[in-house]
């Protein structure tokens, strides 16, 4: 069974901090790791990782896999109260057509004080 | 809005009646999941549809759940004679098509499902 592990489960900081993510998977037939953000309502798609080594960056968010180790990282720089969210990590494996059968960690929760 | 749209956001039932959640897709999106997220739980899949076609409803219970894409309308999932373990969040959300592979899923609000 498909398997993915989100820590730490929460995190404290203040503004300005930076802070690290972590998700370890195992998946039968990768194709591919994605992160969301999810406040009160829908997940709010990030990044989708399929190779090694290649880092994903969008504004102060950056994201990277590592295939052999069955993980991926999310960094935040500069982190601002609305980063305040719960982060979710999700594989996707085998199947057909575009990305399909998520399987979901449980999340972060992070909460950036003022 | 362009976005996955789900309705009702909010649903309260009594134990024993029916629940039907709705779900369109993003324009121009063929592809339908179907998630569940439990109190203190991570979004759990439940079925993988294409229009008038499931395609894997391995997650989905096999009693009292059902889902159909049909060829025009939303995607509808219903849930017969609710129980109180069926209170969650039912999350929809959209991908395209075969043509464009390695997408991601575009999730709904989703909708809150309350079982008294």
Known sequence: ?114 | NAGVMQNPRHLVRRRGQEARLRCSPMKGHSHVYWYRQLPEEGLKFMVYLQKENIIDESGMPKERFSAEFPKEGPSILRIQQVVRGDSAAYFCASSPGQGARNQPQHFGDGTRLSIL
């Open chain 1, 1 to 114: 069974e498909d398997k993915v592990v989100q820590s730490p489960l929460s995190l404290v900081v203040h503004e300005g901090d930076t802070v690290t993510l972590n998700c370890s998977y195992e998946v039968t037939n990768f194709r591919s790791l994605l992160w969301y953000k999810q406040e009160k309502k829908a997940p709010t798609f990030l990044f989708m990782l399929t190779s090694s080594g290649i880092e994903k960056k969008s504004g102060r968010l950056s994201s990277i896999l590592d295939k052999k180790e069955l993980f991926s990282i999310l960094n935040i720089t500069a982190t601002q109260t609305g980063d305040s969210a719960v982060y979710l990590c999700a594989v996707s494996g085998a199947g057909g057509g575009s990305n399909y059968k998520l399987t979901f960690g449980k999340g972060t929760l992070l909460t950036v004080n003022p």
